[in-house]
């Protein structure tokens, strides 16, 4: 039987980097995954093919409608291969996975495929596909198993006509018609790629706007930019069947005033979230305590109720995000090395890779005002940048909240062009507790996106952007 220091089952973001930083601090580490390629849903059926997706109709959509304003003219038609696209996304994803294969083989961790269970605390059977089973020894375990899309009840997923995100990844045609059940960053951003590509795309959320978890002002602006780009958007309503007739999927939902409403397309993605993955792991085998949700409980170390077990990332509390569960793995492999690691939960980035992007930190209007707290605002729009002219990208803005009396900034949101990457000034400035008037008088190269930033600061501190 092989002995480790420490066993990670789960291949994700969290589990690989947990194994990565396990390994760097001198433990011998093994690596349990129950499917045959590293990575875990971000890798091969989440953040990473969509955003190849969404990149490739980007260029397909900025070809056809943005070229030409640029002085580039295309003779005859532009077309989508889309048996080449998605070619191209399983391509990115074979070659990231590839790469963690190599970090594996770079750190000394020994990757087991296979279904890891607990045995007991600390021994792990791992049930490989062709029935045989073998069991390691390990003095630690963290789980890192992640989530799953979860469903409504009374919907068939057929993975053909009524599908989830994986199934979206890699679609043999353009929908006529996507019917989107769910309004946050999955279905928006699943939604964006097929519209750009040509299907309609009507949206069914049960809140009363879409990405509802964040702040308010950013779901207004996102709404308006994709009724421009002619998304149909149902909110407060509620979906109560979905039914296959054949090639045709109807969805039938109770809208605001109690009255159906029928939606009749081709194709019905259900993205209502993701629920913690822990079919198989025998906890209870290990002592490990499941809650009602489904989740692993964790104390504020992420030990579970078992000592010598840990759990991170989708599988806890928590927002399901890749680099929380990236942080999580580290702090627990430092923590198993004595270390004193520590994560600000409240400074970890929400991003929707839409078009344009839309990213946050920090705490929204609503939870400042459910707080109590006294704040002020300053904000920024991006047609005011020259390089949003330059470049064609005028939606969006960017908003600060700074605490009234001590102006340290609370948090940050934003949409607009590269916004995923921008969040990560917020992100620092908040982690070394900057006032608004500390970024206004930081210099932001011009022309840039970030300039927006320092012209929110500058709104917040004094109410003195330069240009507007």
Request: aromatic fraction near 6%; include cysteine; hydrophobic fraction near 40%.
């Amino acid at each position: 039987m092989n002995s480790y220091d420490v066993a990670v089952i789960g291949s994700g973001p969290g589990g690989y980097v947990a194994a990565i930083r396990c390994a760097q601090l001198g433990m011998k580490t093994a690596i349990i995954e129950k499917y045959s390629t590293l990575g875990g849903t971000c890798l091969n059926v989440g953040c990473i093919p969509s955003k190849a997706l969404l990149d490739s109709s980007h260029h397909y959509e900025d070809a056809v409608k943005h070229f030409e304003a640029h002085g580039i003219e295309i003779p005859g038609e532009i077309k989508v291969n889309l048996e080449k696209m998605i070619a191209r996304k399983q391509s990115v994803v074979d070659q990231t996975t590839g790469g963690i294969d190599f970090l594996m083989k770079k750190n000394n961790i020994d990757v087991y495929q296979g279904l890891g269970s607990f045995k007991d605390a600390t021994h792990i059977n791992i049930a490989k596909d062709e029935g045989e089973a073998e069991v390691i020894e390990a003095k630690q375990t963290i789980i890192a198993t992640g989530s799953k899309p979860s469903n409504l009840p009374f919907i068939n997923i057929d993975k053909e006509r009524v599908i989830t995100s994986t199934e979206a990844l890699k679609l043999k045609e353009i929908p006529k018609h996507l019917i989107v059940i769910g309004g946050g960053v999955i279905g928006l951003e699943l939604g964006q790629v097929y519209k750009r590509l040509g299907a309609d795309v009507t949206v069914v959320e049960y809140m009363d706007r879409i990405i509802p978890t964040m702040d308010a002002g950013l779901s207004k602006e996102l709404t308006k930019v994709l009724k421009k780009q002619k998304f149909k958007l149902n909110t407060t309503h509620k979906v109560k069947s979905v039914e296959r007739v054949g090639d045709e999927v109807i969805v039938k939902a109770d809208n605001k005033k109690g009255e159906e409403v029928i939606i009749k397309g081709d194709y019905c993605l259900v993205s209502v979230g993701r629920r913690p993955y822990t079919d198989g792991l025998n906890a209870e085998a290990a002592g490990v305590k499941i809650n009602e949700r489904g989740q692993v409980e964790v104390n504020d170390h992420l030990q579970t109720s078992a000592s010598n077990i840990y759990a991170i990332g989708d599988v806890i509390k928590g927002a399901m995000l890749a680099h929380k569960a990236e942080e999580e793995g580290v702090f627990v492999a430092e923590t198993l090395a004595g270390q004193k690691p520590h994560i600000d939960y409240n400074l970890i980035p929400g991003v929707v890779y839409t078009w344009p992007e839309v990213a946050a930190v920090g705490k929204t209007e609503d939870q400042l005002k459910a707080d109590g707290v006294a704040y002020k605002v300053g904000q920024f729009p991006m047609r005011a940048l020259g390089r949003s002219r330059a470049s064609m990208d005028l939606d969006g803005f960017v908003k600060i909240l700074a605490d009234k009396s001590t102006d340290e900034v609370l948090g940050v949101h934003m949409i607009g062009a590269r916004c995923a990457d921008l969040i990560a000034e917020a992100v620092t400035a908040m982690e070394f507790r900057a006032s608004a008037e500390d970024i206004s008088r930081m210099s932001h190269a011009h022309p840039t996106f970030a300039e927006a930033i320092k012209e929110a600061a500058l709104a917040a501190t004094e109410d003195r952007a330069l240009h507007i």
